[in-house]
Nanobody, 121 residues
Framework: VQLQASGGGLVQPGGSLRLSCAAS????????MGWYRQAPGKQRELVAV???????NYADSVKGRFTISRDNAKNTVYLQMNSLKPEDTAVYYC????????????????WGQGTLVTVSS
C-alpha cells in the first residue's frame, strides 16, 4: 500500500490550494484518513482527519479555512485550503489507517511522502 500526495506549491497569503492523496495497492478497506503538517523547526501536527463515515475533526488553527473530504471509490483524501496564511507554510503529509487486501485483516498506518506548501508574497 502506498499513499501519494500532490497539490502543494507556492501561493500568496489569502490564496487557496487543494491537496490530494491517493492510496494504491491491495486495499481491503480504509478507516481514518488525515493530513498532518510539519513546519521548519517544529513538530509534526494534526491538521484534519476524516473517518470512514465522514466525521471530521480539525486543528483549531485551520477551522473555518480548511476542509477535508474523501472519495472512497477512489481511495483518495483531499484538503481544500482557503485563506492561507504564512504560518500555514509546511510540508503536508497524508496519513491513513488501511486494512490491506492480503494477509489477516489487520489495520496498518501509512504515511504519504509529503508535499510542500509555501505561503508567501
Amino acid at each position: 500500500v502506498q499513499l501519494q500526495a500532490s497539490g502543494g506549491g507556492l501561493v500568496q497569503p489569502g490564496g487557496s490550494l487543494r491537496l490530494s492523496c491517493a492510496a494504491s495497492g491491495s486495499i481491503f478497506s480504509i478507516n481514518d484518513m488525515g493530513w498532518y503538517r510539519q513546519a521548519p523547526g517544529k513538530q509534526r501536527e494534526l491538521v484534519a482527519v476524516i473517518t470512514s463515515d465522514y466525521s471530521t475533526n480539525y486543528a483549531d488553527s485551520v477551522k473555518g479555512r480548511f476542509t477535508i473530504s474523501r472519495d472512497n471509490a477512489k481511495n483518495t483524501v483531499y484538503l481544500q485550503m482557503n485563506s492561507l496564511k504564512p504560518e500555514d507554510t509546511a510540508v503536508y503529509y497524508c496519513n491513513a489507517d488501511v486494512t490491506p487486501g492480503w494477509g489477516p485483516k489487520l489495520v496498518y498506518n501509512y504515511w504519504g511522502q509529503g508535499t510542500l506548501v509555501t505561503v508567501s508574497s
